[in-house]
């Protein structure tokens, strides 16, 4: 294990800010991740973990250790006659996760296709998309426990899931450091088209209902709404899509017909957080080096040179509109460090 002194992370973030790390790290194992523990502990220094930067904004230079997750691979460590649990270490690349499933005939992430991240990152947010959220296929991790120094197994309802939240955001927060995930899937191939814009996707192309269909569907999704961070700076989506009592939302409708709105758990309603700013303007604007993407109001993108301080006060102008208009708050997505 290697600790590297004033390392740059504009390759480790999918905004490609300027940032450095006083001390970075890459570890494989949970023997490494206690290693760095004692080394941060003897130091008195900070620590800041890092999957594949996708879901984090960079705000200043981080005067700690940032640690980063390098361990891949997948093993199959149960199954049954219609399923199977597999053990992925935090550091494997979600989206090649997804393809080695469907070749293996392992289903339900395929709606998760495409998807930017580490592994590990994905219980942090509860990633979800088209109807699908990961605690639907969760079965358990292994951490480390920061506080305790001792690797520990968390199920799912230890992990506190819920809409793009977990324990790991919460009072959680800080205290693990998630090694390997362990997921059950079906190996019954059938595929969920719950989600109107995939169903109206396989129909428009004459695809049968197949989870490699919808996995192909949910890419094309993808890739016609989100730009490729590789090729402009971007964490995909920017805020959350606001859940607000139907007694709001209702009296929304009146005054805005148009208004995009899902059932959520009972007395609630999802909002479509980009039609929101959308209908503000801000849809395609460019300020500076920073903008809102013109395909996707969901999406801030950094044109290149942009700065951390750009975005975020791009961000609260659109969150103050949208306040403003809608008496609806938006909350971000990606977190800040240093926070």
Known sequence: MQILENYSLRELNTFGFEAAARYFVEVHSAEEVLEALRFVQH????????????????????????????????????????????????????????CWCLAQGYYGLENLSLIPGSVGAAPVQNIGAYGVELKDVFHSLEAVDCQKHELVTLNRADCLFGYRESLFKGGGRGRYIICHV????????????????????????????????????????????????????NAGSFFKNPVI????????????PGLVAYP??????????????????????????????????????NYGAGTAEELLALAARIRTSVQERFGVILEMEPTIYPG
Request: glycine residues 10%; hydrophobic residues 40%; negative net charge.
């Open 43 to 98: 130091h008195d220094l900070p620590l800041l973990l890092l999957g594949e930067g996708s879901n984090v904004i960079l705000a200043d230079d981080i005067a700690g250790l940032v640690l980063k997750l390098g361990n891949a691979g997948i093993e199959v460590v149960g199954d049954d006659e219609h399923s199977v649990t597999l053990r992925i270490g935090a550091g494997q690349n979600w989206h090649q996760l997804v």
């Open 182 to 233: 362990n997921l059950t899937l079906s190996t019954v191939p059938e595929a969920n088209t719950q989600y109107g814009a995939i169903a109206d996707e396989l129909g428009r192309r004459g695809l049968e209902e197949t989870p490699q269909s919808v996995s192909e569907v949910v890419c094309q999704l993808r890739r016609s709404k989100l730009p490729d961070p590789t090729e402009i700076g």
């Open 245 to 256: 009592n139907n007694h709001h939302c209702e009296a929304l409708k009146q005054q805005f």
């Open 264 to 301: 959520e758990a009972q007395g609630f309603s999802k909002l479509a957080a980009g039609w929101l700013i959308e209908q503000c303007g801000w849809k395609g604007v460019r300020e500076a080096h920073v903008g809102v993407h013109e395909q996707q109001a969901l999406v801030l993108v």
